[in-house]
């Protein structure tokens, strides 16, 4: 053997721990061929974080495994079976009808597959995903995990002119997940609602052992979940609500109970701030708007609660946890913003300059990146387009801009312009700038994609060779739809 072919070490998985919860929880199954596969893009640093052998990555071998031609050493792929709500309504059993869990890597991450197949739960659906909303994803999954939000990772998308029908005909892709656990609201759901309170039991107990260690000597230890659950998820949507992100469709089955952004798909971020902005063209009851993101958090944690209730066995208790959403979602958003606005401390004063800031930007549907970049820059010196010049009424911002240099003058200490300029990033994936890649990719163009990658890689540093991604959307991109198609 050769010395580049011993290098080229394959990634290497074993049986996922969520397999040892047993048959009720899963089929086991073996991904659907995906004819003639090609790359369509791989994340550096996921690779580079799962320490895979970069020879081996770039290699056939790799585009095979990841497409579901052959499987990974140590795969023993299944499908999990979860329910769920979707836009308020009990669905019954949901999925999963398309993402194959193959394994867990020797760090304790979970490997998924996402289009590969038909399972068990597929109902009258196809088991595949289109390149669109795999590019999507993918992207997305690792500018998110920049921007510091906690989020399931996208390894790499590889693609096939497999036909699939969707409003047109599109073709198939493949997109490989990672996250320590990809467990939703909806398995508990799918236990509970089924009386099965064994297996509630077990996913419970798997839960707590695995990721919340510190509720185990609770006295109570599913009503201690359910509240440090409700703690991660409200400080998950509070980061959500700061950088402008939409999920656009948070049904209990994509509700991670980790707290992870979890299943994208018609997701977007805000361009001109407008905070009842509806993403999902198929949401037309606008019930996950911008500005509703807490609120149906919320809402979903009520329904986790009504799930966990036959384990807690106190409604008390479980409404207890569930208050701690308010609190913890307010204290979090109020540092968020403190901080994007230079600031260690989310004093009164900061917040109400910060809440001021945001009436100014929806007041005028500013662009919200553009608009807290340029503050960044201004407050740090950098040259620049001026802030004023993003509004029509440039003496209201003059007037905010003044509060802002009082307060700073107030307390010059408290305040650091290298703060801001870290945490309001330059890039965000706009839709437009999807729609670009994935126009490329269907031709088969994939540099503008990985190009495009390595800049929201960085999100907080000027799109160098790329300064337009970093500015206001162009007037077509108003006319992208995004529905839950995918
Ligand atoms: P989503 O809207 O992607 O969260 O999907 C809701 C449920 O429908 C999940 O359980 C998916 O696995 C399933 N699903 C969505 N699209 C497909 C598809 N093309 N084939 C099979 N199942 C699907
Ligand atoms: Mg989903």
Redesign the pocket.
Known sequence: MTESAVAAKPLHLVRSAFAGLGPHFFSALAPAPLPAPYWVGRSPALARDLELEPDWFASDDALQAFSGNTLLPGSAPLASV?SGH?FGVWAGQ??????LLLGDTAGGLEVQLK?SG??P???M?????VLRSSIREFLVSEAMHALDIPTTRALCVTGSDLPVRRETLETAAVVTRVAPSFIRFGHFEHFSYRGQQDALQALTDFVIRRFYPDCQSAPKPAAALLQAVTERTARLVAQWQAVGFMHG?M?T??MSILGLTL?Y?PFQFMDGFDPGHICNHSDSGGRYAFDQQPAIAHWNLCALAQALLPLIEDREQAVAALDRFADTYTQALAERLATKLGFARATPEVSALADDWLALLAGERTDYTVAWRRLARQAAGRSGEPLRDLFIDRAACDAWLLRFQELLAHNPQAHSPDLMLKTNPAIVLRKHLAEQAIEQARRKNFGPLAELQAALEHPYDEPAAHPEWAGIAPDWAAHIQIS?S?
């Open positions: 979860y979707q949901l999925g999963d009808g398309r993402a289009g038909l399972t739960y597929s109902r659906a196809d088991g595949r995903a469709v049904n089955d994509n299943d798909g839950c995918s």
